[in-house]
C-alpha cells in the first residue's frame, strides 16, 4: 500500500502485526466483493470471522477485548476499507456505534451479556439515530421513550415509538441501540436503549436499490408500542453526547479507512497505468497519466498523515471531534476525488466490477453524506474557527 514518507516504519510490532492479519484475512476468506456489490448482498459468513480475528473494538479493554492502540484500530480500519466500505462499515458499526456506547454507558449486567457475544460476532447490532425526518440534525428526532406507568419511577417499563431510517445492518441485527427522547422526565432528555429486534412491535425492514455501498445490509427500525425493561436503558449517559461520542468513535474509524480506500484505487490505478499499452508505450509514460499519478500519491499521503497524527491525539487523550471532523471532511473528500481519477485512468474497463476503484467511487457518496455529511463537518469547522454556529 501507497507509504510515501514511510510511516509504517513507525508502527510498533503489534501495530503491523495487525495490518498483516487484517490483510491476509482479505486476501484469504474474502471472496469477491466485486460480486457481492453487483449482488446488493453482504458476505454475512464473514461475521463470526471478523469476531474470531478481533476486528470489532479490539480498541476496548476487558469482555475480552485486546485493546489494541488506536492507531492499531486505524490501521485495521483502513485495511478493511481498502476491500470494501462495506466490510469497513460492518465492524464500525459493531465495534464504534454499538460495543463503544454499551462499554462507556452500560451497566454491568449489559455489558456482560453483550459485549463477549458482539466481540464474537455471535450477535450483530445497529445503531439507531437517524429517522426519516431528521438526518443532519438528530436533536429533532421525534421517537418517544415513556415509562408504562407514565410517570419517571425506577424499574418502571419504558415503551418506545418512532423509526428510524438508514439504519446498518438492522435487517440482521439482534440488538438496536435506539436512542429516543423521554417524554417522563422535564426536558425531554435523549436516551440510550438496548432494543432486542425480536421484541413485539419492532420491524427492520430492508431498504434495497442502494447504487453505493452496495456489499451492506441497509434498514429501517420501525418501533410501534415497543415495551422495554427498565434495564435495557442505558444508565450512564443522558442527552445528545450519548450518540454524538459514538460518532466521534466511528468517524475517527473513516478518517482512516477513507484512506485504505484511496490507496487502493492508486495501486490498481498505477499498475494499470504501467501494464496498459497505447501509442506503443504504456499509459504511465505519458505526462498526464503520470500527473495524475503525482496529484493522487500527494494527496493520499496528506490524508495519511493526517490519520497518523490523529492517532497521535486519540492516544494521548487530546482528541478533540473537531479534529475528527477535519480529519473525516478532507480524507473521505481525497478517497472521493481521487478513486474518480483512478476510474478515468482505467478507461473502459475502469466501469466493470472488475477493478475497484468505480466501487470505492460509489461507495464514497455514501462515507462522504454518513457519519456527518461533509457540509455539517464544514459547519463544526466553521463554528470551532469562528466561534458562530452558522446550522440554522
Ligand atoms: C448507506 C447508509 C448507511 C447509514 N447508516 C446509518 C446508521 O447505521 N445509523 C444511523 O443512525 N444513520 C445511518 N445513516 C444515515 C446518515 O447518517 C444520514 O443519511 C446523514 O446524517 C444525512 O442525513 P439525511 O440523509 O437525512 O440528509 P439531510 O440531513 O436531509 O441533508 C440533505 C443535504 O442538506 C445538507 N444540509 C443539511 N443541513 C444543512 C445545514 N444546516 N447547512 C447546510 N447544508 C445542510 C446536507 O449536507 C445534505 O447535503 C446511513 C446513511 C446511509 C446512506
Not at 445492518?169 to 440488538?175: E, G, L, R
Request: proline residues 4%; charged residues 25%; contains cysteine.
Amino acid at each position: 500500500m501507497l507509504d510515501y514518507f514511510d510511516m509504517e516504519s513507525t508502527l510498533s510490532e503489534e501495530e503491523r502485526m495487525l495490518v498483516d492479519s487484517a490483510r491476509s484475512f482479505i486476501d484469504g476468506e474474502v471472496d469477491d466483493m466485486g460480486e457481492h456489490w453487483i449482488d446488493g448482498t453482504f458476505p454475512t459468513e464473514l461475521i463470526s470471522k471478523m469476531g474470531e480475528m478481533g476486528f470489532y473494538a479490539p480498541n476496548l479493554e476487558g469482555y475480552g477485548l485486546p485493546g489494541v492502540s488506536e492507531r492499531a484500530y486505524g490501521l485495521l480500519m483502513r485495511e478493511l476499507e481498502a476491500c470494501d466500505s462495506g466490510l469497513r462499515s460492518m465492524a464500525s458499526v459493531q465495534g464504534a456505534l454499538v460495543m463503544y456506547p454499551i462499554h462507556a454507558f452500560g451497566s454491568d449486567e449489559q455489558k456482560e451479556k453483550w459485549l463477549p457475544k458482539l466481540g464474537t460476532g455471535e450477535a450483530v447490532g445497529c445503531f439507531g439515530l437517524t429517522e426519516p425526518e431528521h438526518g443532519s440534525n438528530p436533536s429533532a428526532m421525534e421517537t418517544r421513550a415513556e415509562r408504562a406507568g407514565g410517570h419517571a419511577a425506577d424499574g418502571d417499563d419504558y415503551v418506545l415509538n418512532g423509526s428510524k431510517t438508514w439504519i446498518t445492518n438492522s435487517p440482521i441485527a439482534d440488538v438496536a441501540v435506539v436512542w429516543a427522547k423521554d417524554h417522563t422526565e422535564d426536558g425531554t432528555p435523549v436516551r440510550g436503549f438496548l432494543v432486542e429486534t425480536d421484541r413485539d412491535g419492532v420491524t427492520t425492514n430492508k431498504i434495497d436499490e442502494k447504487l453505493s455501498l452496495r456489499a451492506s445490509i441497509t434498514g429501517e427500525i420501525s418501533l410501534q408500542d415497543v415495551r422495554l425493561p427498565a434495564e435495557n436503558r442505558l444508565p450512564d449517559v443522558e442527552g445528545m453526547k450519548g450518540p454524538l461520542s459514538c460518532l466521534t468513535q466511528a468517524r475517527y474509524g473513516i478518517a482512516w479507512g477513507a484512506v485504505g480506500a484511496a490507496a487502493d484505487c492508486f495501486e490498481v490505478a498505477r499498475d494499470y497505468a504501467t501494464d496498459r499499452e497505447q501509442f506503443g508505450k504504456p499509459i504511465g509514460g505519458f505526462q498526464m497519466q503520470q500527473q495524475k499519478l503525482a496529484e493522487m500519491a500527494t494527496q493520499i499521503t496528506l490524508a495519511q498523515l493526517l490519520a497518523h497524527r490523529l492517532a497521535d491525539l486519540k492516544e494521548a487523550g487530546e482528541m478533540r471531534p473537531q479534529h475528527v471532523s477535519m480529519a473525516k471532511r478532507n480524507n473521505v473528500r481525497t478517497a472521493r476525488d481521487q478513486s474518480r481519477i483512478a476510474r478515468e485512468m482505467l478507461g473502459g474497463n475502469g466501469i466493470t466490477a472488475d477493478y475497484s476503484p468505480m466501487r470505492h467511487m460509489a461507495n464514497m457518496e455514501t462515507v462522504y453524506t454518513y457519519e456527518g455529511t461533509h457540509d455539517i463537518h464544514t459547519l463544526i469547522l466553521g463554528e470551532d474557527i469562528t466561534g458562530m454556529q452558522a446550522y440554522q
